[in-house]
């Protein structure tokens, strides 16, 4: 057997939306594990959109990934050949091996997965980084509380699906948005949403807006921000006095900063007014947090109590194709890619 | 004696800048208290910046002045007439009588005021709804660390001078902005600042940049928010991971949404990149931790360890003027107007 490793590259930085020539496929011969390290083939891996401010050359969440390097990213999948003795062949693992076939990593990067507990790509979706940050950002910053509003956007992606379905179960009202009537079916019908919003039906931040405000009569408490862009613009006005806002990510911003009907004294005035509380966050930060989310969630998540979606990419050489989908918003659930 | 009422009317909304003919002064029959109400006589009103906010329609912390109304702020007087039984004449009070000789008002809206304690004029100031507010945004918001770097601008303002002096205690580098050279030296000489920079002497926000940048090798961890504009512009990319801003106020940004080299796609990446957390508040919302001020700093200030400075314009009909000139930085400590 002679394996070799396949993995795509960063070709080039993207100007506004990645397109396909951002990417490009190697084939290498399979690295050989050296002292305490562990050779793992990768089953899934993670299309998140936190990927792409690594593209970029500016400072983002992290190191830029250098042009011609490996493209980053959470992976899961079986140990081959291991060097460390905490592994063996055979084990299921969790590792950032990037957008590639296989990974070799010292051991203690590694975390190694319960695979009777859940399916073994939801280690990258609903009890991973995603769920995580979902988890995090509303326990410790949205401070949520029974009788309250949330509004959270791609209400049926991993983040926005924790979010509203743990929200929900805290006695809160839950408003979500997405793209598409489909979409916000599933949001209602499968997550238990009070309502959702499809977006992409409204022809201005205003008529959102109008909306929204409909949806929710009583104000909003809670934005769980991962979006930005038209959907900020309108939830903004509509904030109650001492809302929350916990900032994860704002995807219509990453490919550059568009227009914005929002300007920063408006958006800072609205902080003020409101007595807002906006707290940033990467969850990388936070993972002493892990545990307890695990502990937490992992029954909720495996008794069917919390629910999830994955869209499943087929064949490492998708990857790109399926990143450049989900930006877009043509994922539903969390966007995995199957690789063995 | 057949005394009269002076007071001053919002007898037009500005346009920008507030303009003289913006206000009115009128005389009118000395009200006579009510049952439950008291009459005081004004000794010194107080001019704020949140002032500038209620003269326009739009929202703001409070409801808008209707044009026409008095012109509405605290002041500190001596009991004229009382008919309730907490005071009785010649007792030293506090109340938000406007722009005004005199002020007539139940007995619950009045705060009897300790005139051994301090000079009177110091329970607008230092003692009272500045200093209030910078030692609530400092201790709630901006969560100080010994070792830490802050910035305030309008740093011998009462608000800024009461910041820097209590996170110089805490072990804080402070570094102050302020308009003109001889406020800078008050900062710093007065008021114990590291450093305090004219921001009047930077041509833009980046060349500001580069001198904060120099007096705060690093980093910055906590920005007080009270100015806004070009300043954040300034602060911002100097933040570090997990900063705090408590949001106060923007006084640059009062007459209006002024263009701003600061887009709000870009301040919210910054947000999320870095970690900050934002809270904008309005301090009226927490007078139940006044009292706890007060017993903390009262003594501080009387005893000469928290210092202040004070800028009296003589006379009622004065306030226009030395309203106008504060907004645009004309003041250098408190600015009280001397009524009586």
Redesign the interface.
């Known amino acids: 057997m002679t394996e070799t490793l396949r993995r795509i590259l960063l070709a080039s930085r993207p100007e506004g939306a990645p397109r396909a020539e951002n990417f490009r496929l190697e084939e290498v011969p399979l690295p050989q594990p050296g002292p305490g390290e562990v050779l793992v083939k990768a089953e899934f891996m993670s299309l998140d959109p936190y990927m792409r401010g690594r593209m970029d050359a500016g400072?983002?969440?992290a190191e830029p990934i250098a042009v011609g390097a490996p493209m980053q990213g959470g992976a899961v999948g079986e140990v081959l050949l291991s060097n460390h003795a905490g592994f063996a062949p055979g084990d299921k693992v969790l590792g950032m091996f990037g957008w590639a076939s296989h990974g070799c990593l010292p051991g203690e990067e590694l975390q190694k997965l319960d695979a009777g507990l859940a399916p073994l790509s939801l280690a990258l979706g609903a009890l991973g980084m995603p769920g995580f940050t979902g988890w995090h950002g509303l326990t410790a910053y949205g401070r949520p509380k029974a009788g309250e509003t949330l509004v959270v956007a791609a209400a049926t992606g991993p983040v926005g699906a924790m979010v509203g379905q743990l929200a929900k179960a805290a006695g809160l009202r839950v408003v979500g948005l997405a793209g598409g009537a489909d979409k916000c079916a599933l949001a209602v019908e499968t997550f238990g949403f009070d309502a959702c919003l499809d977006h992409r039906a409204y022809a201005s931040a205003q008529a959102l807006r109008g909306a929204l405000a409909e949806a929710c009569p009583e104000g909003i408490d809670i934005y769980f921000?991962n979006v930005?862009?038209r959907v900020?613009e309108a939830v903004l006005p509509l904030m109650n006095?001492f809302g929350r806002i916990p900032?994860?990510?704002?995807i219509a911003?990453y490919d550059g900063?568009?227009e914005?009907g929002?300007?920063?004294?408006?958006?800072?005035?609205?902080?003020?007014?409101?007595?807002?509380?906006?707290?940033?966050?990467?969850i990388s930060?936070h993972y002493d947090r892990y545990g307890t989310f695990l502990k937490e969630l992992g029954p909720r998540v495996a008794s069917g109590q919390i629910r999830y979606l994955e869209d499943v990419a087929e064949g490492l050489e998708t990857a790109p194709a399926a990143f450049m989908a989900m930006l877009k918003g043509g994922n539903t659930g969390k966007q995995v890619v199957k690789i063995a």
Chains 1, 2 share one sequence.
């Open positions: 400072e983002s969440y921000e930005g862009g900020l006095r900032v994860c990510g704002m911003w900063a568009a914005s929002l300007s920063a004294p408006a958006l800072w005035r609205r902080v003020l007014v409101k007595h807002l509380c906006v707290t940033g966050f990467i930060n």
